[in-house]
């Protein structure tokens, strides 16, 4: 029996049609740029409980106040070198306007009461993100290709695997890592501002292409950053993602935009004066605790920490 061992070139070559180089890169860029980076992240499969890995998540943050109130993005990668083109096919959404609210968030606050009206208001809708935000695009995908030729067959155009699998993990660590903010919450006298967006990126290494659905055919064009949207059950419920798809060649500018993005966020906040937060005063007074509250702080603060993992729901939808 002989045992055949692989060549460098082999190797080198085998290595370069995988996706570790291109995870490599990535991570390369994001820590020049000042990011926390860990890769190979592992999270819970929702469905067997497995442990499963995230190709990369990275952290950036950004100081409101002197004091230790922060806005954090965070990055959720997965790469993908795709030997044959992966296909988005776009339209024009009904109600884009609203995409902002796809933007996934946890921490404190979630929501800020306008004392004008009333009432609390989530807040992606109190910063008036549809302002600037790019999920609020004119376009959007929410079918996607990629094609396989068979032996003596045409070519087919189908879900491959991994790009779908790439999708389903994105959703699944965007729901962990929200819930796991969340559910790191202690109750405080004081509570500082600690908030973090998450980016689900499937980031390609090939060709990447926009369908426009036309009469009697469809338009393929050459494209670098697309939007992708998936609905997924939840607890009974949908469950809406926003996935960005970008690629390789345009990672660099898409991250740059996202920065923008965390900084005019930053700058919203920080003028929302009419709002009940104020980076200027206590916290307590920031997610608007009255003094009535205070005096049960003691008796609460067990049970409060208990409930937190319950929490984050009720904040996003109560």
């Not at 202690?186 to 509570?191: G, P, S, Y």
Request: proline share 4%; glycine share 6%.
């Amino acid at each position: 029996m002989t045992t055949t061992s692989i060549t460098r070139d082999d190797a080198t070559k085998a290595l370069l049609n995988s996706g570790y180089l291109l995870e490599s890169r990535l991570e390369q860029v994001l820590v020049s740029r000042g990011y926390y980076v860990d890769a190979n992240d592992a999270y819970p499969d929702p469905t067997t409980g497995k442990s499963r890995e995230l190709d990369l998540m990275a952290m950036t943050a950004r100081k409101l106040s002197r004091d230790y109130d922060f806005v954090f993005t965070v990055l959720l990668i997965e790469c993908v070198n795709n030997p044959q083109p992966l296909v988005l096919l776009t339209k024009k959404p009904q109600v884009g306007f609203l995409f902002q609210q796809g933007r996934r968030l946890a921490g404190l606050p979630v929501k800020l009461f306008d004392k004008r009206t009333g009432r609390w208001t989530a807040l992606q809708e109190a910063l008036y993100l549809e302002k600037f935000h790019h999920y609020c695009t004119p376009r959007v995908a929410t079918q996607f290709c990629s094609f396989a030729k068979k032996a003596g067959s045409d070519w087919m155009a189908l879900h491959e695997g991994p790009h779908f699998d790439s999708f389903s993990k994105l959703s699944d660590a965007v729901d962990y890592f929200q819930h796991k903010h969340f559910a790191s919450w202690q109750f405080a006298d004081k509570e500082p501002v600690n908030i973090e967006f998450y980016y689900p990126v499937l980031v390609v290494q090939g060709e990447l292409l926009e369908g426009r659905v036309q009469k009697g055919g469809v338009a393929l064009r050459a494209a670098s950053h697309l939007q992708f949207r998936r609905t997924v059950i939840r607890r009974s419920e949908a469950a809406p993602y926003q996935i960005d798809v970008v690629q390789e060649k345009r990672f660099t500018r898409f991250v740059a935009m996202i920065e923008r993005e965390l900084d005019l966020t930053v700058k919203r906040l920080k003028t929302r004066t009419t709002w009940s937060v104020n980076l200027s005063q206590g916290s307590s007074s920031r997610l608007g605790a009255c003094d009535r509250l205070k005096r049960f702080v003691g008796l609460w603060r067990q049970s409060l920490e208990n409930l937190a993992p319950q929490l984050h729901r009720y904040a996003l939808t109560g």
